[in-house]
């Protein structure tokens, strides 16, 4: 006997899945909506201890204060280039060694493969202290790359540009070979057309790991005017007082970017994960 389901059911249920999807939501914006408030009030009402969701005034000159008072366009700068260096080197490795991966026999392929995903299972406080002697060595303390480098090969990247790049029938690939053409063109004018959307992954991924990384450069820059800007956030939270309006404001502004980002590749994010999947 096949039961249907009734209109008035579907609809209810319609509205709860909604419900909860909404409820979700609130939960997810509330902290970036708390700062905003947090950055645009009085200062003398961040310390009186009363609890407003809502704000009581509108202090947009907590912006300024906190882009003149700290070198924020010095750390956004720095920020920036650390980022998008990484997401160039790191992206481009990730494509090659998931490729390779993926579509090459070689002697102790999985073997290694499972190397690479074991370092996931690592945590870089436990590395952090002989991972500053090579870069000290390597004289790169104090420097973009002495931050960049360290990281330049995500094994997690590699994990899903190998879990996509398998479903690339290998057929394709066989009939460029016949063809005459190399490996590398191979790679750059087929593999890479049809890799799209994990290469959206990847970026907006590898510039969100590296804006927000806070450990590494900590303790690779030692220059103040180097700082990034999660290093440089963390200068704002004094001793004895914390400044919670400008730390505030310039933790919304860290937020932009990251967000640009994501737009700008959301569709194609949404394609790659579901194209990555469980393979």
Not at 114 to 143: E, H, K, R
Request: charged letters at 10%; hydrophobic letters at 60%; a neutral charge.
């Amino acid at each position: 006997m096949v039961t249907t389901t009734s209109p008035v059911r579907r609809r209810l249920e319609t509205g709860g899945l909604w419900l909860l999807l909404a409820a979700g939501a609130v939960v997810m914006f509330f902290p970036i909506y708390w700062m905003f408030v947090t950055a645009i009030r009085p200062r003398d009402q961040v310390f009186s201890g009363d609890v407003n969701l809502l704000p009581t005034g509108w202090v947009w000159s907590n912006f300024t204060d906190a882009i003149n008072h700290m070198p924020f366009l010095t750390w956004a700068w720095n920020s920036t280039v650390i980022a998008v260096v990484a997401v160039v080197i790191t992206v481009s490795i990730n494509l090659l060694c998931g490729y390779a991966f993926a579509k090459f026999r070689f002697a102790g392929r999985d073997i290694l493969f499972i190397a690479v995903l074991s370092a996931l299972m690592i945590p870089i406080q436990v590395i952090i202290v002989p991972l500053f002697l090579v870069v000290s060595d390597l004289g790169l303390l104090n420097s973009y790359w002495g931050v960049i480098l360290p990281r330049a090969a995500e094994a997690f990247g590699i994990f899903m540009v190998r879990q996509f790049m398998v479903s690339i029938p290998d057929e394709l690939l066989e009939a460029a070979r016949l063809d005459g053409a190399s490996e590398l063109t191979i790679f750059l004018k087929v593999v890479l057309p049809l890799s799209k959307p994990i290469i959206a992954v990847l970026i907006i991924f590898t510039f969100m790991w590296r804006w927000n990384d806070f450990v590494l450069p900590l303790v690779i820059l030692t220059d103040q005017e180097m700082y990034t800007v999660q290093v440089g956030l963390n200068l704002l939270k004094g001793q004895y007082n914390t400044e919670w309006t400008e730390l505030m404001a310039i933790a919304l502004l860290s937020l932009i970017p990251m967000l640009v980002i994501f737009v700008f590749f959301q569709r194609q994010l949404i394609q790659g994960i579901a194209g990555t999947g469980l393979k």
